[in-house]
């Protein structure tokens, strides 16, 4: 049978034909470019629009969106006001970028109120109240008492003062929570609980009359040993 050979142009025109009717060599779900974005603030249990913050600019973050937010409506703060994509999903974190969560120009958002909030400052009351009985300050023990301390003290005071340094460098650097604020009902359960075990382990570990543990127990096993005068006797 004799060979049919293939013109090279043909051949060149059938895939640049194969080209185009697949649709080019770009990404097929790119996105489109978004000038600008319109956000519509949906209440989160019943569906209804809070306020319509139009003309937002892509590059802008959560935050810019909860302050013009809060100028629309004065009632949600800032501070306290946590946003998100699905009404039961995950808050975006303030400097999320909008693009970054638009798929079109129209974005719905559900605001809900998460309470007053305070800085990670106030978890410094742990290391302080310590401290303060550690230096035995005026006014905490009576004065005419003075004794030595002993080692135990000084050790304890400095695992105790490790331990919450090393937890406010984790807080301030390492766990991310709700952009370095928490909810005032939060704060003071948190705040009843480690204060207060901590004035109490404080108070009684730096008082000038604690006596470790193992020194009252070698008083009692050296009271146990008969003295040499009783081993003599018949």
């Known amino acids: 049978m004799p060979s049919t050979r293939r013109d090279p142009y043909q051949t060149l025109f059938s ?19 978004i000038s600008y974005i319109e956000v519509e603030i949906l209440d989160h249990r019943t569906g209804r629009p809070i306020s319509i913050i139009d003309k937002v600019h892509p590059s802008s973050t959560v935050l810019d969106l909860k302050n013009r937010f809060h100028k629309a409506c004065p009632g949600w703060y800032p501070s306290r006001t946590g946003l998100r994509i699905d009404p039961n999903g995950p ?8 693009e970054t969560i638009a798929m079109s120009s129209l974005v719905s958002v559900y605001p809900t109120d998460l309470g007053r909030q305070v800085g ?11 401290l303060v009985f550690y230096l035995r300050l005026s006014n905490v023990y009576d004065e005419t008492v003075k004794s030595r301390r002993p080692l135990v003290v000084h050790l304890a005071c400095f695992c105790h003062s490790l331990h919450y340094i090393k937890h406010l460098l984790e807080t301030l ?14 704060l003071l359960k948190g705040c009843a609980f480690y204060w207060g075990f901590t004035a109490w ?5 730096n008082h000038p009359l604690y006596t470790p543990p193992y020194a009252t127990l ?3 096993e050296t009271s146990q040993v008969p003295a040499p ?6």
């Not at 990670?120 to 310590?130: E, H, K, N, R």
């Not at 650097?173 to 939060?186: I, M, R």
Request: with cysteine.
């Open 229 to 234: 005068e009783e081993r003599q006797r018949p």
């Open 201 to 205: 382990l404080g108070y009684y570990i």
């Open 120 to 130: 990670w400052s106030a978890y410094f009351g742990p290391l302080l109240i310590y």
């Open 15 to 33: 895939f640049s034909q194969l080209l185009l009717n697949s649709g080019g060599l770009g990404p097929p779900n790119s996105r489109p470019k």
């Open 173 to 186: 650097f390492v766990h991310k929570l709700s952009d370095g604020y928490t909810p005032l009902g939060n």
């Open 91 to 98: 808050f975006l974190p303030d400097s999320c970028v909008m």
């Open 218 to 220: 070698g008083e009692e």
